[in-house]
């Protein structure tokens, strides 16, 4: 009766929810009995690998060939479907070329969104991944083009030209490999260059914004460049025009006078740009004047004389008795009251414009600058004459040009020698043509 009475007692419900947990109960327990013999399994595994290292023999029951990293014919195994050879295989296959690009490109992708610090990380990103040789054009224009970028924001315009035409040429239709190849172009100022690129890339895209932009603030710069030169030309015309009036004035002035003029006879001793005579704005002719002292080998030289200019105050400022006496001259022998001044006769060929003008520049480079002359003998067919003529000290530059038989070579000379001395006698008896005209 009692165990009726318990038995009466118990309720369905209770007795099926006791039986539900000893079965969760049962289960975890063997949940733990199956983790202990995993765990006691691998410990097996590794002393028997302890004990191969070692040396020691391995217990019968392990074979080592049912391992990929000790398995003698691997192929067999494998054809067999054996998972763990399988899986080796998988680890020893290279990721695809196209894979490894991809990849690359989005670590360039990433260091450049991180700012300009990173943009030579970017640029190595984008090259390695050039060098992965993808199989695909459209992909390789896309890392050139990515690269290109970069050096667009580094400025470098050359880099950024050279990748964008071979992405142009891998893949004709990326639009943005044309707006960075005319963006470079546009960075080294060849306009010409960028609207042509520009064309290029509309030809692909008609509509496209940045193109059209681009192309027309390329031609814009071309129209102000174009203005710059057409008015450099034209200032450099009106000078042109300006100097050759001067020219014209400058010979008009000197025939006027009755001045003999002949070709360059010392062009050696000064530089072209200082031998040209000019008219102040009074019409006086300012010459260039040489002094030459052969007994020293020395000379002097005035870029302006006026023709008014007496010889004996050009003179005292040669040798002005409050200056430092010249290196040559220490004992200053050379003075305004003991030297001589001569001028030579007939030492250049007279230059006539006759019939057949020159044209004012080549007449006044003759005049002034001097030529190249082939054969000294016919240029100088009057230098038997040609003799040193004393000067009087009170006469004036222009007077001293107008000597009888004078043929100004180009800009006056004079040749200054100490009075009455030894080598006065000498320079006089060896004449004019004997002196150095290119020292």
Excluded at 233 to 249: G, I, W
Excluded at 281 to 288: A, D, V
Aim: aromatic share 8%; glycine share 6%; net charge negative.
């Amino acid at each position: 009766r009692l165990v009726k009475s318990m038995a009466s007692s118990v309720d369905p419900e209770d007795y099926n929810i006791n039986s539900a947990k000893l079965h969760e109960q049962n289960q975890r327990v063997l949940s733990a009995q199956e983790k202990a013999q995993q765990e006691k399994e691998d410990e097996e595994a590794l002393e028997r690998m302890e004990a191969m290292f070692k040396g020691k023999p391995l217990p019968e029951e392990w074979d080592p060939n049912s391992h990929p990293a000790f398995m003698v014919d691997v192929d067999s195994e494998k054809e067999k479907g054996n998972p763990f050879v399988e899986g080796m295989e998988l680890l020893k296959t290279p990721d695809p070329p196209e894979y490894i690009a991809e990849t690359l490109k989005d670590k360039g992708n990433a260091a450049l969104k991180r700012g300009p610090k990173y943009y030579e990380d970017a640029v190595k990103f984008y090259t390695e991944a050039l060098e992965a040789k993808s199989p695909l054009p459209q992909q390789n224009a896309i890392l050139l083009c990515n690269r290109a970028a970069v050096q667009l924001l580094r400025k470098n315009w050359g880099k950024v030209i050279e990748d964008t035409r071979e992405a142009i040429k891998l893949d004709p239709s990326n639009i943005k490999a044309y707006y960075r190849c005319a963006r470079a172009q546009a960075g080294l100022q060849k306009w010409n260059l960028c609207v042509e690129v520009c064309d290029e890339g509309l030809k692909v895209d008609p509509c496209n914004k940045e193109l059209l932009k681009e192309k027309e603030a390329a031609m814009g710069k071309m129209k102000q460049k174009e203005e710059e030169i057409r008015k450099r030309e034209a200032q450099k015309a009106k000078e042109l025009l300006a100097e050759s009036s001067k020219t014209r004035n400058v010979r008009k002035a000197i025939e006027e006078r009755g001045v003999r003029m002949g070709e360059c006879v010392y062009g050696g001793m000064v530089s072209q740009s200082s031998r040209e005579a000019f008219l102040d704005g009074e019409g006086n002719i300012h010459w260039p004047l040489l002094v030459i002292y052969n007994e020293f080998d020395q000379s002097d030289y005035f870029q302006d004389v006026h023709e008014g200019g007496i010889i004996l105050d050009i003179l005292k400022m040669l040798f002005d008795p409050t200056s430092p006496p010249p290196d040559w001259d220490p004992s200053r022998r050379y003075r305004h009251d003991t030297v001589s001044v001569y001028i030579a006769t007939h030492q250049s060929k007279e230059l006539k414009s006759g019939k057949k003008a020159k044209s004012d520049e080549d007449f006044i480079s003759s005049l002034l600058g001097g030529s190249e002359r082939k054969g000294m003998e016919e240029e100088y067919d009057r230098a038997d004459k040609s003799t040193f003529v004393k000067l009087d000290l009170n006469s004036s530059l222009a007077e001293v040009l107008l000597i009888e038989g004078h043929v100004v070579g180009g800009f006056p000379v004079l040749f200054i020698v100490e009075a009455d001395s030894v080598y006065e006698r000498h320079m006089l008896a060896k004449g004019p043509e004997a002196l150095d005209r290119t020292a």
